[in-house]
C-alpha cells in the first residue's frame, strides 16, 4: 500500500503542476493578444503579415517562388508566439521613461514593433521587380495592397508578382584575350551552367565565373579570379533572344608611369616548397618569429620550423595531415582539404595556410604544355605555352591548451529522492606529440531516498572513463588513407558501480573503434571491431527482478559477458548525411546482433 500511496501523491503533485503550467501559459497568450497598439499614433500601424503570391501561369520548373523574393523584401513583421504578438506585448510592458534592469529585461526580452512604413513598402516592390529582371523576367511586374481594416491599427501586406515572358539564350561565344586559357576552358564546356535556350540569368552568369575559376584554381592557376572574366550581352536582336560573349582577360600585374596596366598570360604555378610552423604565435611578429624559430627539419617534402629542432607535434604525423607536396600543381581544393584535415586532428585552435610568389630572374621563362595533373596534353601551338611559376606556401598552425580539467556538479529533486553528483575530468590533447586525446572523467554520484520501500535510504555510484584517440589508423597491418578524411582510432575504457536499495552491480566496456570521412565530406564511417561488456551483479533484490517485464531489461540485471554479436566480431557501419543518420549492423554470423 504505500507504494501505491506513493504513486498516487507523485501523479497528483504532477497533475497540479502541469495544469499551473498550462494556466500561466493561457494567461501569457490572452495578455499577449490583447492590444498591443495602445501606444501607437493616428495614421501609425502594426505591421502583422506580409505575404507574397507568386505566378501562377509560369510552370513549376521556371517559377520563382515567395521563398526565393521574401529576402528582398525590406520589412517583415515581428515575431510571433502561437499566433500572438507576445513580443510585441513583452516589449510594451517596459516604461520607456525608465532605464533600469528591470525594463531593460523586458525590452530585451520581447521585440521593439515593426511599423509599417510605405516607402519601405514601395522599395520593397522595386526590390522584387529588380530579381525578377536579374532572372531573366524584364517584361515582369509587382502589385502590392495594404489592408488596414481587417483588424485595429494592424496592417497586411500582399505583393502580388506576374514573371511574364522570360528572355532566353540565342547564342553562346567565347573571346579569349588570354588565348592560352582557350584548350583548357573549351575541353570543360560540356559541365558550363549557360546554354542555348536556358533562361538569360545574370545570376546563372555569375555562377559561371565562379564555376571557371574554380575548375582553374584546381589546375595551376594560381592568380586566376572570377574578375578575369566579364560578360558582353546582346540583346538587340529581338524577340526576347540574347546573344552572349564570354571575354576571357589576361591578368593584369602592375601598371606603367602612365597608369596603364601591364597584362600578362595567365601562369600555372607550381609549389616549391612547404614550410610548416606548428607552434605558430600570432601575437609575435614576423621578425621576432624568423629571429626564434631558426631550427628546420625536413621531412619528405616539408620543412618543419621549431625553435630548438624538436617540434610540438610529431613530422609523420603533419606529413599525413597534409596532402599537398613539393613540385606539385596548385590547387585550391587541395589547400582547402589541408585545412580541414589539419582542424580535425583536434589540437589546433587556428590555421592558416599562405602562398607567396618567388621572385624569378629577369630572363628566367619557364614553359609547360599541359594545366593540371591527369590532364592529356593537348598539341601544343605557339600560343599553346604556358608560361610557370613557382609558390612557396607557408602552413600557421597554432595549437590550443594541452592540457584541460573541467568540474561539473549536478543537483537533483522530487517527490520520492534528492540526488547529487559530481564529474571531474582530465584531457590532454597531444600525449606523445602526435596529436593523441586522451579523455580521462570519474563521477561519484549520491541519492537520499525521502519515502524508501525498503531499509536502506541511500544510493551510491562511482563512474570512470578512459579514452585516448589516435589520428591515424591503428592496426597489425598496413591501412592505406589516401581516399578517405579523417583517418582516426579511437580506444575506450568504462567502469560503472551502482550501489541502489534494490541491487548492487557493476559495468565494464571496453570498445575499439576506426572513424573516417568520404573526401567529399558527405559521409561518416565507423568501423568498431571490438565492442565487450561486462555485467557483474552483486546483490538484487527478487521482487524487484520479478517486477521487471522488458527483457532487455531484465538481461541487464544478470551477470554476464556481451559483445555485439555472441561468438563473432561484428562491424558496425554508420553513414551520416546532412539529411537521415543510417547505421549498419553486419554480423559475422546468424546469431543476435545488439546495435
Known amino acids: 500500500m504505500p507504494i501505491v500511496w506513493d504513486k498516487i501523491f507523485t501523479a497528483s503533485y504532477m497533475s497540479k503542476r502541469l495544469r499551473a503550467i498550462l494556466l500561466l501559459c493561457v494567461l501569457g497568450i490572452l495578455c499577449s493578444a490583447c492590444s498591443v497598439t495602445r501606444r501607437l ?224 598570360n595567365n601562369r600555372v604555378y607550381r609549389i616549391a616548397e612547404i614550410n610548416v610552423l606548428s607552434d605558430y604565435d600570432p601575437s609575435v611578429d614576423r621578425e621576432e618569429r624568423d629571429r626564434v624559430m631558426q631550427d628546420t627539419l625536413y621531412y619528405k617534402g616539408l620543412n618543419i620550423i621549431s625553435r630548438d629542432g624538436k617540434p610540438n607535434v610529431r613530422p609523420e604525423v603533419m606529413h599525413a595531415a597534409i596532402p599537398m607536396s613539393p613540385n606539385t600543381t596548385y590547387s585550391a581544393s587541395e589547400v582547402n582539404r589541408t585545412y580541414n584535415e589539419i582542424m580535425s586532428l583536434g589540437y589546433f585552435k587556428s590555421a592558416r595556410i599562405v602562398f607567396e610568389e618567388i621572385p624569378r630572374e629577369e630572363n628566367e621563362k619557364l614553359i609547360v604544355h599541359y594545366a593540371g595533373d591527369g590532364r592529356e596534353a593537348y598539341t601544343p601551338r605557339q600560343f599553346d605555352d604556358i608560361e610557370e611559376g613557382y609558390l612557396r606556401c607557408h602552413i600557421l598552425a597554432s595549437p590550443t591548451l594541452k592540457q584541460g580539467f573541467n568540474v561539473e556538479l549536478e543537483g537533483s529533486t522530487t517527490s520520492s529522492f534528492y540526488g547529487v553528483s559530481a564529474t571531474v575530468g582530465y584531457q590532454n590533447r597531444n600525449l606523445f606529440r602526435g596529436v593523441e586525446t586522451l579523455n580521462t572523467s570519474v563521477t561519484f554520484g549520491h541519492e537520499y531516498m525521502k519515502a524508501p520501500h525498503t531499509s536502506r535510504r541511500r544510493a551510491n555510484e562511482v563512474g570512470l572513463t578512459a579514452g585516448l584517440s589516435f589520428p591515424r589508423f591503428i592496426a597489425p597491418f598496413n591501412i592505406s588513407t589516401r581516399n578517405v578524411n579523417m583517418p582516426r582510432t579511437k580506444v575506450e575504457l568504462s567502469f560503472n558501480y551502482q550501489d541502489r536499495p534494490y541491487y548492487r552491480r557493476d559495468l565494464t566496456r571496453a570498445t575499439w573503434t576506426y572513424s573516417w570521412r568520404s573526401l567529399n565530406g558527405r559521409y561518416n564511417y565507423q568501423l568498431r571491431p571490438i565492442d565487450l561488456n561486462w555485467i557483474h551483479v552483486g546483490y538484487i533484490d527478487q521482487n524487484f527482478f520479478s517486477s521487471l517485464e522488458n527483457e532487455y531489461l531484465r538481461q541487464s540485471y544478470l551477470t554476464q559477458a556481451l559483445s555485439a554479436c555472441r561468438h563473432h566480431i561484428p562491424i558496425i557501419i554508420m553513414v551520416r548525411t546532412s539529411a537521415a543518420t543510417l547505421r549498419l549492423c553486419m554480423p559475422t554470423s546468424s546469431h543476435r546482433v545488439m546495435c
Do not use: C
Not at 117 to 138: E, F, H, I, V, W
Open 41 to 264: 499614433s493616428q495614421g501609425e500601424y502594426l505591421l502583422q503579415k506580409v505575404r507574397i503570391e507568386d505566378d501562377n501561369s509560369v510552370p513549376k520548373s521556371e517559377r520563382i517562388t515567395p521563398m526565393e523574393l521574401e529576402q528582398y523584401v525590406r520589412q517583415t513583421p515581428n515575431k510571433h508566439f502561437l499566433g500572438t504578438n507576445f513580443y510585441v506585448w513583452a516589449y510594451n510592458l517596459a516604461n520607456p521613461e525608465k532605464d533600469n534592469w528591470w525594463n531593460n529585461l523586458k525590452r530585451k526580452v520581447g521585440e521593439e514593433p515593426v511599423l509599417l512604413d510605405p516607402m519601405l513598402t514601395q522599395r520593397s516592390a522595386q526590390n522584387l521587380k529588380t530579381y525578377m529582371d536579374s532572372r531573366g523576367y524584364y517584361s515582369s511586374t509587382v502589385n502590392y495592397e495594404v489592408d488596414t481594416t481587417r483588424r485595429s491599427n494592424r496592417a497586411y501586406v500582399t505583393y502580388r508578382t506576374h514573371q511574364g515572358e522570360p528572355y532566353r539564350i540565342k547564342s553562346m561565344a567565347y573571346d579569349f584575350r588570354d588565348k592560352q586559357l582557350a584548350p583548357v576552358i573549351e575541353s570543360d564546356t560540356a559541365q558550363s551552367l549557360i546554354k542555348v535556350g536556358n533562361i538569360f540569368d545574370i545570376t546563372a552568369l555569375d555562377r559561371e565565373r565562379e564555376r571557371i575559376a574554380a575548375y582553374l584554381n584546381d589546375r595551376g592557376y594560381y592568380n586566376f579570379s572570377i574578375n578575369n572574366i566579364e560578360y558582353r550581352v546582346d540583346t538587340l536582336g529581338g524577340d526576347r533572344k540574347v546573344g552572349i560573349r564570354m571575354i576571357v582577360k589576361r591578368n593584369i600585374t602592375g601598371y606603367d608611369e602612365r597608369g596603364q596596366a601591364i597584362e600578362e
